[in-house]
Each structure stands twice: as structure tokens, then as C-alpha cells.
């Protein structure tokens, strides 16, 4: 086989985290100690002969890279300290920016120099839009009593519709569906690209009903019971911050979407159903349990990443550091604005809130670029390999 290595690409791994990838003397521990690897197709031991050899367009179509859950058993096991769950990982972060759309945003947001045009970007079009708006001042303590946050982008007239979620939903719809659509994107491409690297067959493909009932499903499903991580040893305090974080962000989804129903669409209907939750309000409390769960869960995560960069010496990255900090901010800004609101104090809570909206739209920008675009490639790869088991990738 006639390998050309692509420098380039060795060296972005080994600045994204996998500096020692060139300790790797394939014994073939990692691959032994690692629970998830499966007889017949091991990992990742072959991923760090392709890593040394500057394989790019091999990694990049490997599910087994983002089956790893970066527990760290072969890291701790490896003799030669070539630390393979970071190599994987920075991996990862690479294939993020390789299958990301438009590639120089997903460039922009693969490195900590990028970071302040990254933050730039939503405070100054949320700042735009608080102009544009004329809300420019911050309220009085009684109106800030009464309506909170309900009146940051101002309020006018028209009875069917308010003013505060007309600008919202025109900030974060086009910045959720841009995150949405570039991840489409990226997980068809990656598919495709599995697909052609496994030789499996175009005409022989399930319906769309069959896909998802085999494949798709039961792979959320082990998703979000975690089933896989559980098997992880080294580090399964992960799993105790990853677990309440997962559900935190499914309870936040579920209040986001109940907050649309409610405001733009029943609130057409019914105009009274505009405005704050009250405290008793059962997606006000679900609102403030999952904010508590997020708090928790990104706390354990923190400190586990702290506690593998002194144990286990792995290097502190952006891409790993950049989701625990957007994620703390989220939650952060969000439980700090309804203190304050509590609190009655109208111009730190304004600060906040507008930092808030800062979060989420980062959040959503950035998506398929960052760590977080693991649970679009990770749920990928789970059905991929499920799809290449199934008679449809034997059937050749
Ligand atoms: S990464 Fe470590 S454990 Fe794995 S094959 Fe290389 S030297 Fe052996
Ligand atoms: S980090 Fe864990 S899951 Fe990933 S390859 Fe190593 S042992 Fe396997």
C-alpha cells in the first residue's frame, strides 16, 4: 500500500490534543482494555497506526472514532503513554471541522483564537436587534416586577402576537436552523462517506420507516440510557454529569417548545397566555430543575476534565473546553436572570439576560462545530454500525 501522509493534518491533532500519538508502538493494549471495542473490528489501535501515518481520509470515515466515549482505559493502560483516547478525540474534533458547512465558520470555531469573533457575532446582532427594536432602556423595579424579561425587545400593540418573542424567535430560529441545517449536512456527508469506504451497496437500502424502526431508534435509545458509557471503568464519573446533563438539555427542549406552543401559536387564540410563568407554573419548576441539572451535571464534568489533565496529563484543549464554558454560561446566565428578576434588581438582570441570549445563540451557531456536534456524529456512527450488521451491509 503506497501511504502518503498528510503532514498537515498530523500536526492539527497533535495541537488539538493528541501530541503524543507518535509514542504508539502497537502492542494493541488499548484495544484489549477498551469496553466498547468489539471482536473483529477493535479499536483503537488501528486508529493510531492511521494517525501516525497521516491517514485523514481513512479517520474521518471510521465509525469506531465516534463510538469512543473518551472514558480513558486505554489512556490509562497504555505502556507507552500515548494516550489514544485523547488522539481519538482530537480526532474528532478535526472530522467536526472537516464535515462542517460553511467551512470557514466551522474553521473559526476549531481554535481559541477564533473566540472573540465567535462571541462577537451574537452580542452584536443581539445588540442590533435591541436597537432596532426601541426597547433601549431598562425598566423600572415595578415593571420589572410585573413583566420581568417579558419586555427586553419592548412591547407594541398588535394584541395577536408579542413583540418580545417576535424578535426572539428572529434571532434563534435562522441561528438554530443554520447549527441544524449545517449538522444535516455534515452527518449526510459523513454517511456517504462511510458508506463508500465500507463498500456497501446504493441499491440495496431500507425505507425511511425501516431505517428509523432498526437502526436509528434503538440507537437513541442506547444513547440516552447510556448503555454503552456504563461500560466505561476508568472514568464513570462522567457518566454521573453527563447523564443529568443530557436530561437537562431534553427538559429544556421540552420547555422551549412548550414556551413556542404557548406563545405563538395558543397565544394567537388566546392573548391572555402571553407573558411570565409563575413559579408554580409545572414548566416553570421543569425550567428550573433542569437549569439545577445542568448546573450539576456540566460541575461533575468540570472537575473530571481537571481531574484527567493532572492524573492522566492530558492536555487542556479548546475543543473540550469550549462546550463546559458555553454550557456553564447557558446555565449560569439563565438561573443568575431569574435570581435577579426575584431579587427586583432591573439592571444587572438586563445584563444578564441579554449575556443569556448571548449563550443560547452561540450555543446554536456553533453546534456542529464543537463538542456538542458529538451527539449528531455519535448518534451517526451507533447507526451506521448497527446498518452495517444488518443484512443491508452484508448483502453485497
Ligand atoms: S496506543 Fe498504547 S496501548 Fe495502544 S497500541 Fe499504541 S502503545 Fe499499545
Ligand atoms: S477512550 Fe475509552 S471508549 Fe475510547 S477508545 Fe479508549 S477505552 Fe475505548
Redesign the pocket.
Known sequence: MNVQPDLEFIRTLKEAGGDTLKKCYQCAT?SV?????KEGKP??RKEMIWSQWGMKEKLVTDPDVF?????????VNCPRGAK??DV?SAIRSYAYTFYGWPAPLAKLASSAKGLPILIGIPVLVIFIMWMLSGAMHIPTREEFASHGYQQFFGTWDFYWYAKNIFFIVLIMVPSLGLGLFSAFKGITKMWKSMCEDAGLNKEYRPSIGQFTQEFLWPSVVEIVKHSRFRE?T?SIDRVRGHLPLMLAFIGLFIVTCWSLLKNDVLGLIWPSLHGPLPLTDPFKLLANVSAIALLFGIGVLWSNRKKAESELNTLPTFYDWFLIWEITAVGVTGLGAELLRWAGMPVLGYIVYFLHLVSIMMLFLYLPYTKFAHLIYRTGAYTFEKYRESVYGKNQ
Not at 463510538?67 to 489512556?75: M, V
Request: include cysteine; aromatic fraction near 4%.
Open positions: 488499548c482494555m477498551c469496553p466498547l471495542s479499536f483503537p463510538l469512543c466515549h473518551q472514558c480513558g482505559d486505554c489512556t489514544p483516547g481519538l466505561c476508568s
